[in-house]
């Protein structure tokens, strides 16, 4: 561990610092996106979000993945394509309980989300999607939903 006892000393507002400005300057979290080219970027959330929703959106109408003409054969590398979206998809929720998480109880909606995850990590389960140490970050929340039946 980098940082010893508590990470509480480490995440507490300073004194004399603003409270925003902490909350601002705290908020600034960057993922790596890889683009098409194998090149790592630094991106911050709304910016990774834009890039994952558009390559999931790409993906899912591209004819020689998902194919809807009848007569035309699946890829076989598509399990891993479709490992791909899962993790993609898996970060967003990851990113939206740890972030957004007060905004889905502010407008009522933690139903529909906890729902909608728990299908999601059901389903992942069944056609194993996702690997177990992507899941990790929400593993807690997980196990409440496995040891409640709930998936």
Known sequence: MLVKGNFKTVIELPKYVDANEWLAF????EYTWTDSQ??????PAPQYIDYMAT?????LSDESIFPT???R???REMIVVVRRIFS????????IYYHHYDKVLSLHEEPHFNSLFA??????????????????PLQPLIDIYIKNEMI
Do not use: C, M, T, Y
């Open 119 to 136: 299908h999601f990590i059901s389903f992942s389960r069944e056609f194993d999607l996702l690997d177990k140490k992507e899941l990790q």
């Open 38 to 43: 194998s090149k790592k970027l630094k991106l």
């Open 26 to 29: 705290n908020s600034n979290v």
């Open 69 to 71: 003409k009848a007569g």
């Open 55 to 59: 390559s999931i959106e790409n993906l």
């Open 88 to 95: 993609q998809l898996f970060r967003l929720f990851a990113h």
């Open 73 to 75: 054969d699946f890829p």
